[in-house]
């Protein structure tokens, strides 16, 4: 009978270095024990909603995800179990039909600038991860994604970060780090902080074999 797969929370502000960090312990452990759930793909679903109607969700709030969906996936991947993951697609703001099939492994990574304010998610980490990067090199992470990867302007990221990211961000994310067994300054560039965290890993995934 296997044991628990070892469960790893990453969270931090929107442009931290999330995606980074999570890719270099991939890399270190080997991704192929490794599962990776990203909040992001856990919106709620829009399609009840008009185009307009979504332009409006404040996406950094917590209200934005469905956590009771990205938690019961948890708990069956956790249990071997695969799971269908849900598609978001930023284009036209809502889930896609189509869905994404994802089997367990030993190692699960939790990602999101949220999953470590969610009791019932934290509770079911080994190791909670806060990566703490500077707001100004967050923003302009943030502008370089969503221009070329999701199809916006300028001028509205710009806009939805000073409305909506930035006081989600102080009032939401920043709190959670206190939750947090390692706060990883500057991202996956921390060398330092990738390789003990990897270490760790490797320790609890011997000891369960």
């Known amino acids: 009978m296997k044991r628990k797969p070892v469960v790893i929370g ?9 995606t980074s960090v999570t890719r270099s312990i991939c890399r270190r452990i ?7 759930l990203e909040q992001d793909d856990y919106y709620k679903d829009q399609s009840h909603l008009s185009f307009e109607e979504r332009l409006k969700t404040n996406y950094d709030h917590p209200s934005a995800f469905d956590n009771d969906l990205l938690i019961a996936h948890l708990q069956q991947l956790i249990n071997y179990q695969p799971i269908y993951r849900p598609v978001y697609d930023y284009t036209v ?12 492994k030993d190692v699960i990574i939790v990602e999101g600038i949220l ?10 980490m080994d190791m909670k991860v806060f990566v703490d990067t500077d707001a100004d090199i ?12 999701r199809g916006r302007n300028l001028d509205s990221v710009i806009r939805q970060y000073v409305e909506k990211v930035r006081p989600s961000h102080i ?3 920043e709190p959670t780090k206190k939750f947090a067994d390692v706060i990883i300054p500057e991202g996956g560039e921390n060398a330092v902080a990738i390789d003990m965290i990897a270490s760790k890993i490797e320790s609890v995934l011997g000891k369960n074999n």
């Open 10 to 18: 990453v969270a931090g502000g929107s442009g931290s270095g999330k």
């Open 30 to 36: 080997s991704s192929e024990c490794i599962v990776v």
């Open 93 to 104: 703001h809502t889930r896609r039909e189509e869905t994404v099939l994802v089997e367990p």
């Open 115 to 124: 999953v470590l304010g969610e009791p019932r998610l934290t509770a079911m």
């Open 138 to 149: 967050r923003i302009i992470r943030r502008i370089l994604r969503d221009t070329k990867e």
């Open 171 to 173: 009032q939401f994310v």
